[in-house]
Each structure stands twice: as C-alpha cells, then as structure tokens.
C-alpha cells in the first residue's frame, strides 16, 4: 500500500495496530495479519508532506506534524481522534 518505507509509523497504545504514512495518507494495519485496516487521505496542500505521526499520551488522538518544502520554516500539526479500530489481540 505505502510502495515504499513509510515517511513516519507508531504503534497504538495495545500495540496490535501499526499507523504508517507515505506523506500524503495514514494507514491503520493489523500488528498480527498485516493486513490493512483503515486508510485516510490527509488532503495536503501544495508542497505538504507528513513529517511524523504520533499518538497523543493517552493514545485517543493520532497526531500530525507536517512540513511545507516551499516555506520550509514553517509547519503544521494536525490531530484526528483516534478511530474505533481494534487489530488482532497479541498473545
């Protein structure tokens, strides 16, 4: 799905889920199958890439920091509610 390493990936907080980014989506994977849960486009605008993403503390919101290549002293963070996923339980 990423057709290349991802930009940026985590792990939620139960570890059974992998959030990766190519720089312009999230993908939400199962830890266990591999296989892809979710995905979202995050619409960025001109010269926008995703930087990293990470998960806020208390794991309920995925965090977003973007980085803009034509006016590169500046940034962005997004968040988005962490979605109502749940991968394959770890053993």
Do not use: C
Request: glycine content about 8%; charged content about 20%; overall charge negative.
């Amino acid at each position: 799905y990423l057709g290349s390493p991802p930009v940026s990936a985590t792990f939620n907080m139960e570890g059974d889920i992998l959030i990766a980014t190519d720089g312009q989506q999230l993908f939400f994977f199962d830890v266990v199958t591999h296989l892809l849960i979710e995905k979202y486009s995050i619409g960025v605008s001109a010269g926008e890439v995703v930087k990293q993403v990470r998960l806020s503390r208390d794991g309920e919101f995925v965090l977003i920091f973007m980085e803009n290549f034509l006016d590169s002293p500046n940034g962005k963070m997004y968040w988005m509610p962490m979605p109502d996923i749940s991968g394959t339980p770890l053993p």
